[in-house]
């Protein structure tokens, strides 16, 4: 199964929810977007030269982003997104209608506080999880059990 892990790039999340699935040897490969934050912020001007507008910079590190993160979303199975309590991850509830529309599975993981704010994308999730823990036994339960 193809798992695209979309969400808040603060913690290490995406890290507990690859290392516990290869310790439990699930038949699991994950897709990321890039989650270096200086590295996803300047991709546009990097490679296609810089701009005095903020505006303009960060609109071409959002394309050449979106290219690998749309292309992660449609080779998934299924579509984890994690809403962090550091910053608010617009991007991640795009991400989570992107999984919907291209009809991917999507589990939602979140703490309780955020349920109302989420409430639209959680009434699209199969799951929603509030810690990775139970993320990892909803994969763990779809990927093994018979």
């Known amino acids: 199964m193809k798992v695209y892990l979309s969400g808040e790039i603060h913690s290490n999340w995406r890290e507990e929810i ?3 699935a290869q310790s439990l040897d699930l038949p699991v490969a994950f897709l990321t ?3 270096t934050h200086e590295a996803s912020d300047n991709v546009g001007i990097e490679v ?3 701009e005095e507008n903020n505006f303009w910079k960060d609109h071409k590190a959002a394309k050449i982003n979106a290219i690998r993160i749309k ?14 309590e550091k910053y608010r991850q617009w991007n991640a509830a795009f991400d989570a209608g992107q999984a919907v529309a291209l009809n991917k599975s999507l589990i939602v993981i ?4 955020f349920t109302h704010a ?7 999730a199969l799951a929603i999880a509030s810690t990775n823990a139970q993320a990892l036994e909803i994969l763990k339960y779809v990927t093994t059990q018979v």
Do not use: N, S
């Not at 292309?71 to 962090?84: N, P, R, Y």
């Not at 979140?110 to 506080?113: F, K, L, S, T, V």
């Not at 989420?118 to 699209?124: G, N």
């Open 71 to 84: 292309h992660g979303i449609e080779q998934a199975d299924l579509v984890i997104v994690k809403f962090g």
């Open 48 to 50: 296609l030269g810089a």
């Open 18 to 20: 690859m290392e516990g």
């Open 118 to 124: 989420l409430k639209e994308v959680d009434a699209q």
């Open 110 to 113: 979140h703490p309780e506080e």
């Open 33 to 35: 977007p890039v989650t």
